[in-house]
């Protein structure tokens, strides 16, 4: 193609959030993956450790050689565990490259909740007040300037879109949110373990880290900043027994008496700029097949007595990770915010 | 067998209750199957309908014959849709007969609750009042004498069992409690609709009924009694891709601070005399696989601030359904109140 | 835009077919979708009816008008079930108008074979002489001239491709040939009855229709054409827990002794110019996710003895449906044949 | 309880095959669990391997002490991987104890074949000669009188079943067999693993060990048996994205004609007294559905031109290994065969 392509490279193409940020960019009519690599036993293309992408792609994915690769790419993707994130981000940043991170470790701005809740010293702390937390809806206008951006957890995503809007406008009591979660098997990762072994999650739904899980300084934080006051959400994850979604069903308690149709009207015009926000009308609510491989998050509302309850879907593998990375480079690029992926 | 055998009948054979009504007492040394009845549009074995009993049972399953039912058995089990229930307990009564019934027909002492919610008139509202709610944890005093037993819904068991402790000790605002309730596609019923069909309901996740579920003023009657004051909770059921299992997340407002092993302490004493809860320690959080195809209730707690959170697990259509009017029966007719369903 | 867009028409856009070639179609650079229809109760927003489609497409899904949808299109996919597109496809093709047609009427050649396995007298048998057998593999040729394109069945697809190489080549014995499909539940279609109720086809494992499925005829013709005489495989469909996929285990007689590298060497040549064909190296099968959302066939082939095993996978809803549908589309428009669906 | 009760040693308990052992000899009403043993990190309550278990049974579970074993049980199960089973079971067999081997060491006469697919040397290889088959529907007579019991595997009891009354019969062309077999998940064991892992296997359907896998040389020596010739069958195993259930399609060439019914006939014939097969009338097959949680195989036959198609169903973990162990032991002790499995 004669066209300029923006040359990207996948760091941690093995894990599901590579796999499938791979498949969008392989679409995306203004990017080329120039390289891929991984933590792997031996090079091998790609489409081994995929066999969805033989004969779609054939490049090969090796341990990461960080000079090599900025070298053939001006926009990193980093779909790596938090700790490994941090250890390349800032060598890629020095050469001048764009970084769009898929861990954690630049999504918290304060130095010591990370290393609280990811128990490991921060080891390129400096980065963290220059990073962008690439939530579009919130922080478009950051984006747009972004060199090392923070993309979202898949959690705090269902989450914060969830909440954002009672929350800016006052209208819940802060302390008395509660989230309850629920994500398919995905977003445990890739790595074989009992618990995700196919018999053991199969015909099986469990809670788990109860109010432990390392999300929710994330989701509080957003939360915080919204409300301009501290907030500290009741968070329970939830497994359930499919491959991909999170259905989030959120609990607030509004400070005054609200129909749920002013809800939903609060909801439509706080998003009503948005491309991949659905606020669903009264009675509907979201179901993660409706959101199945798609960038958006769909909402539903329902308001009783003081009590509101607001559910919302994402596929925790696009808009909770890869598409979300993918609007980001849009945004950062300026390209068409839905460019390949709406 | 010369033995006295219990003769029981099953009327509505052919739902997912009714087959595993079936399971448990054709294993069950006390009892012997003498009537099997369903809608149905021509009679034919059970076997046909349930092609699991081929070689095990092989009544006949056709339309209810009450005079024949009665002469045949001597406790009945209703496992049949609300509203069909009512017209047919009242004269198995008058034939003498115990009735234990899965249906919500007997549930709800009120009659204008029950016709708000079921949108028909009741029937034989004068049985209400003699009528036995089976949840043999807070009533088996009374089961022990009932005539006509309404067994529990699946979501009010897994709800009630685990608000109990709190509720009946005062320890918690009961304007706030949150219950967000998960089953498996059973509770649903065996009717095919769209809902259902398996690629709509697989890999899919929902919340329904938001606040509007048939068990909600089942659920919030048992606490009211508990608590000696009105009690109305939020209650959210979902649909999860899976066969059987209840899982519920009880969220509570503490009255006061109150360490996790301390609420633990609370459960354990409140059940500690019950054979079918099992109250877990601290960090340990149920997961329906650990009690499928049993009718124990599993208990998880955690405490954090002013917050209490408890996890119940129950088998829909063991706990929440069959083994649990098997349990009544068991307690109803004076055997070991485990028999046949431990 | 300004770009002239093909106008396509997609009819019977409510079954799974439809909505997956709605996804590829709005996707697609060369069309826009500009009529939408089916058998409904009222005319409603397809996004009504596929919430996935929210914010992507807001067209109006009503009975067929077959005047509009002549006048609004000059494509017509008909998506219907057998029977219902023989109603239809003589009037589009009157009006001037290219039919694919993803049913099974205008698929096999011989009359007295279609009425006898769909028990229906064929309304528009004269149009059998011209209609393409839509598999781009064998019949390019033809379908760059077609009018009425008789797009073949899922399990046609999976069975002829994994065959044709050996059979063309008279290797194997063609009255010994024995196919094992194993289907995705959505390949049986989207209205709801017992047998795909989810608790029912859940957890469960079933062959159907043996020797007996409609699809069977369509295989024999087609493996009789490329033997150059009659073919009578032995076809068993089995009903796998799954949303998706189709993977065939196809057991061949050899005529003479092989080695597997030279079976894979045939096969590799068969199809060395084929986009969509992926012949699997020595020891490596298909799994159905490897070709999930893709247009892809995959092949692996194991020889022993005399015996040869081939194993194909697809997608049903793509390879099998609708993204061969546009392949088919592609090619008869002259576009690039991978085009929208790589 | 008073009663003298049979005391036996589960050998393995970790595994699904031990799990549902414990299940079924907890409610078996000879048996008595006195030991429980495992290759374990530390030693632990059973109950906490397999919280089902709690409330039920508390025993410990800790390596294996065979002295301690052999002293407190009568009989031993060893729910043991391959070349495991062959370290212990001579030492227990000189306590004098009886043995039911659940894995592969003893289920082969020859040592050579043993040894070429198992790929190790067979150190207790003199106990072959004594060792009995535990097909009960093949090996009553001398199962009676077992000391060494080399319970069948999963995949050879759904396939030696669905093939024996044809082979006896020598009805069949029997190099000419061929067996598509698909099992549930937990027959691949409870190891984790990138293939077993739940996101790799839901929504995936795979052949895998083509020709090789190493349940081939028992259904080969079994079916030789039958045969009075050596018999090579062609044998292809899938997994299957569900839990439990083995269905195997089993395509044989007849040597004359034959009626459905006929075969039919044969095969009710052949089964007449057996308790746990079910031969189902003509176009009814077999659903794994019908036998999960028992100790059936269900048998559904078609014939077609010389071409008769065999369907069986069995539960991998019941019939195929935990309840058929049971089925053994009460056939070995003397108990009445149905005893505690029906």
């Known amino acids: 193609m004669s066209k300029n392509l923006l040359k990207v490279a996948v760091v941690g193409a093995t894990g599901y959030a590579g796999c499938e940020l791979i498949k969008i960019l392989l679409r995306h009519p203004e990017t080329e993956i120039t390289s891929i690599s991984a933590k792997v036993d031996r090079p091998e293309p790609i489409s081994n450790i995929f066999p969805v992408f033989k004969g779609q792609i054939d490049l090969v994915c090796g341990e990461l050689d960080i000079r090599a690769a900025s070298k053939a790419a001006d926009l990193i993707f980093l779909a790596l565990p938090h700790k490994v994130s941090m250890e390349f981000a800032p060598k890629f940043l020095e050469s001048g490259k ?24 921060h080891t390129s702390a400096e980065l963290l007040s220059s ?16 060199k090392l951006l923070a993309n979202p957890g898949c959690y705090p995503t269902a989450s914060i879109l969830g909440c954002a809007p009672l929350v800016e406008k006052s209208l819940v009591e802060t ?29 099986n739904l469990k809670a788990y880290k109860i109010n432990q899980h390392q999300h929710m300084p994330e989701i509080n934080q957003e939360l915080s900043k919204l409300a301009g006051s501290k907030v500290g959400v009741t968070f329970t994850p939830h497994l359930v027994p499919m491959n991909r979604g999170i259905l989030s069903t959120i609990y607030f308690t509004l400070k005054k008496e609200m129909e749920t149709v002013e809800a939903i009207r609060i909801y439509k015009d706080f998003y009503k700029a948005e491309p991949f926000i659905r606020v669903l009308d009264e009675n509907i609510f979201p179901e993660t097949k409706n959101v199945y491989g798609t960038n958006f998050c769909d909402i539903g509302i329902k308001v009783t007595d003081k009590r509101a309850i607001v559910v919302t879907a994402i596929d925790n593998l696009w808009k909770g990770a890869a598409s979300q990375a993918v609007q980001n480079m849009n945004i950062m690029q300026g390209y068409k915010e839905t460019l390949g992926i709406l």
Chains 1, 2, 3, 4 share one sequence.
Do not use: C, Q
């Not at 764009?98 to 010293?121: F, H, M, N, Q």
């Not at 690439?134 to 300037?145: A, F, T, W």
């Open 98 to 121: 764009k970084v769009i991170d898929l861990s954690a470790d630049y999504r918290l701005s304060s130095v010591s909740e990370y290393e609280a809740w990811y128990g490991t010293k």
């Open 175 to 203: 302390d008395r949110i509660i989230i309850d979660a629920k994500s398919g098997v995905t977003g445990a990762g890739r790595t074989p373990s009992m618990g995700l072994h196919f018999p053991e999650a199969n015909e």
């Open 131 to 146: 990073s962008v937390y690439g939530l579009p809806e919130l922080y478009r206008k950051e984006i747009v300037k972004a």
